[in-house]
């Protein structure tokens, strides 16, 4: 069930993006720009609140949801993430090279899975399973 759940995040790849500034939460619409297992990369400027907002707390929730179906991650975000990585998402996402002149201007962080639960109304009773990832 759990690969299901990360192959959802694969389809719906923009969600809901939570993180907390000055103890206020805030929430944004955030795209996975790359999804390597149960990690989840992520591109913005080094300029906009969410980096700020990251270097200050970096836990944060995501929530993508369609339909009767929602999948909601938390964990805590690092900015260890390789070249390659880097230069693999500003070539693949088509959006990047029109707001930035290099990959280089971005800050790239990636989402170690820490938690996720998964949600779907369809069935009776209705499914609501939690992964606790980081358990061995």
């Given at each position: ?78 900015f260890?993430v ?34 996720l ?9 209705p499914?609501n ?8």
């Amino acid at each position: 069930m759990i690969q299901k759940a990360l192959d959802f995040l694969k389809i719906h790849n923009e969600l809901a993006f939570a993180t907390v500034g000055g103890n206020k939460p805030k929430i944004r619409i955030f795209q996975i720009m790359k999804q390597e297992g149960s990690q989840l990369f992520f591109a913005t400027s080094k300029q906009k609140a969410v980096y700020k907002e990251l270097m200050q707390n970096p836990n944060v929730e995501v929530l993508a949801f369609s339909g009767k179906v929602s999948v909601r991650c938390k964990g805590v975000v690092n900015f260890d993430v390789s070249d390659d990585i880097k230069r693999w998402i500003y070539d693949n996402n088509a959006v990047l090279p029109r707001l930035y002149t290099d990959y280089k201007a971005l800050e790239y962080f990636c989402l170690p899975i820490a938690e996720l639960d998964y949600f779907d109304l369809e069935p009776t009773p209705p499914l609501n399973i939690h992964f606790d990832l980081t358990e061995s």
